[in-house]
């Protein structure tokens, strides 16, 4: 028998929305796209023939509606995997807890959820502006730590090659993303392994002012292979949402405009266009599918 999840654990508003997002369930679509900034959500919604919802908390915006007759959802997240954490753990509640006799449900949701955001590259053979779909992704933050997490032994051994590598205090963790969405999306896009990093700067290894304690960390991970191939992209939050949808039974992808070139230091004239053009490419392969 399913137990009752406390006020505590599971904090709703006096309207019975789940607290952060400020969402009720009929507000969320199956399919899902997630950004991180909370101005791109309008930039996708402005496609949509019809919105249903709008709702804004915080740096989580929501909206909802419909291009045709496939119904969607918008939200962003703000930066980095704590973030990702919150927003995948209160969209499972929407579609699989009881709210009002907060029990999880007998018949549990599959949510279908698309990353779309920006990178830095760290192939010097990949075109800046090209869109890349993570077939998986690293964790540099220590977000699983704090989760039951269970990953292969191929996936031990190079996580465990990575901390002994960078000289790190942790371990981190290696999370695959969902071969039916890499299906929906495959053929448009390259394809590689992410590096989610806890930071922009030194997690990066970007120095300003500061210098990183890790000076050759972007040619170690450039030169190492995964079991999905060699990595290719730094940015926030890809391994949070593939380690979290396992966890969860949720189906996720992640595709990222690579505004940025690491190997060749450069940076986009054409930023915005990027992300535009992988924003039309998620809507017409979403609306095919």
Same mark, same amino acid.
């Given at each position: 028998?399913?137990?009752?999840?406390?006020?505590?654990?599971?904090?709703?508003?006096?309207? #019975?929305?789940?607290?952060?997002?400020?969402?009720?369930?009929?507000?969320?679509?199956?399919?899902?796209?997630?950004?991180?900034?909370?101005?791109?959500?309008?930039?996708?919604?402005? @496609?949509?023939?019809?919105?249903?919802?709008?709702?804004?908390?915080?740096?989580?915006?929501?909206?909802?509606?419909?291009?045709?007759?496939?119904?969607?959802?918008?939200?962003?997240?703000?930066?980095?995997?704590?973030?990702?954490?919150?927003?995948?753990?209160?969209?499972?509640?929407?579609?699989?807890?009881?709210?009002?006799?907060?029990?999880?449900?007998?018949?549990?949701?599959?949510?279908?959820?698309?990353?779309?955001?920006?990178?830095?590259?760290?192939?010097?053979?990949?075109?800046?502006?090209?869109?890349?779909?993570?077939?998986?992704?690293?964790?540099?933050?220590?977000?699983?730590?704090?989760?039951?997490?269970?990953?292969?032994?191929?996936?031990?051994?190079?996580?465990?090659?990575?901390?002994?590598?960078?000289?790190?205090?942790?371990?981190?963790? /290696?999370?695959?993303?969902?071969?039916?969405?890499?299906?929906? /999306?495959?053929?448009?896009?390259?394809?590689?392994?992410?590096?989610?990093?806890?930071?922009?700067?030194?997690?990066?290894?970007?120095?300003?002012?500061?210098?990183?304690?890790?000076?050759?960390?972007?040619?170690?991970?450039?030169?190492?292979?995964?079991?999905?191939?060699? /990595?290719?992209?730094?940015?926030?939050?890809?391994? #949070?949402?593939?380690?979290?949808?396992?966890?969860?039974?949720?189906?996720?992808?992640?595709?990222?405009?690579?505004?940025?070139?690491?190997?060749?230091?450069? /940076?986009?004239?054409?930023?915005?266009?990027?992300?535009?053009?992988?924003? @039309?490419?998620?809507?017409?392969?979403?609306?095919?599918?």
């Amino acid at each position: 028998m399913s137990r009752r999840i406390p006020e505590s654990e599971l904090i709703l508003t006096p309207e #019975g929305r789940v607290y952060h997002l400020n969402l009720l369930p009929e507000m969320v679509a199956d399919t899902i796209i997630v950004v991180g900034d909370p101005d791109r959500v309008p930039k996708i919604s402005c @496609h949509f023939d019809k919105i249903q919802y709008q709702v804004s908390s915080r740096e989580l915006v929501t909206h909802t509606g419909t291009i045709g007759n496939k119904r969607l959802s918008v939200i962003s997240s703000g930066m980095g995997t704590d973030n990702v954490e919150l927003l995948m753990t209160e969209l499972d509640a929407l579609v699989n807890v009881d709210l009002k006799t907060r029990k999880v449900k007998d018949n549990l949701r599959k949510l279908q959820i698309i990353r779309i955001g920006t990178s830095g590259c760290l192939q010097d053979d990949i075109p800046l502006d090209a869109c890349l779909m993570s077939k998986a992704a690293l964790g540099l933050d220590s977000l699983m730590n704090f989760y039951r997490w269970e990953q292969g032994e191929d996936s031990e051994k190079l996580v465990s090659d990575i901390q002994y590598e960078l000289g790190l205090s942790f371990k981190p963790y /290696f999370a695959e993303a969902s071969g039916a969405l890499m299906e929906t /999306f495959d053929g448009d896009f390259y394809q590689g392994v992410t590096i989610t990093a806890p930071g922009f700067y030194a997690p990066q290894g970007r120095e300003v002012r500061l210098r990183t304690r890790i000076p050759d960390m972007l040619d170690i991970l450039a030169e190492m292979n995964t079991p999905n191939g060699r /990595f290719t992209n730094f940015e926030m939050e890809t391994a #949070g949402y593939y380690a979290m949808a396992k966890l969860l039974g949720h189906e996720m992808i992640s595709l990222n405009a690579l505004i940025a070139n690491r190997v060749r230091q450069e /940076f986009s004239n054409n930023a915005e266009m990027a992300v535009d053009n992988l924003i @039309h490419f998620t809507l017409t392969r979403l609306c095919e599918s």
